[in-house]
């Protein structure tokens, strides 16, 4: 069962679920490092998790609802298609003589840091658990 503590945590899962995404994307390019005419992959979801903190806390919403004028009509569904990560090819290094393009060293370094930005999002989702905690604790203190 889960239970909804804010909406920070929500975007937070979203991000690591990209985070998570963007680590497998990562550790195929370097699985593939000996692969003829092979193009490293990565994936772009900072624009996405914008877009999702925008809807979240109601910032440039300046889509126009939707008049639902009679009862019988049908709700306006969400599209959440969006949601989704982009896929590009990251170029721009040399494509050695086999047509492989693959940098093990831009490769690693992007994995450190994906690495590092999870693993602060799981210290910031710990923190915002522990004072949705804290505050049930204290007021159970004062009754």
Not at 80 to 86: C, D, G, I, N, R
Not at 111 to 135: E, G, H, P, Y
Request: no cysteine; charged share 25%.
């Amino acid at each position: 069962m889960s239970i909804k503590i804010s909406a920070t945590n929500d975007l937070m899962a979203k991000a690591l679920d990209y985070r998570a995404a963007r680590q497998d994307m990562i550790a195929s390019n370097i699985a593939n490092v000996d692969t003829p005419f092979y193009r490293p992959r990565d994936v772009s979801f900072e624009g996405v998790l914008a877009d999702e903190k925008a809807k979240i806390y109601n910032q440039n919403n300046t889509k126009l609802q939707m008049a639902q004028t009679n009862p019988a009509h049908l709700p306006l569904s969400e599209e959440s298609s969006s949601l989704k990560p982009k896929t590009f090819f990251r170029d721009g290094h040399m494509a050695r003589n086999d047509g492989n393009s693959v940098d093990l060293d831009v490769e690693t370094t992007e994995m450190s840091k994906n690495s590092i930005m999870f693993t602060a999002l799981i210290s910031a989702m710990k923190k915002d658990q522990a004072n949705f905690r804290n505050v049930i604790d204290t007021s159970s203190k004062a009754n």
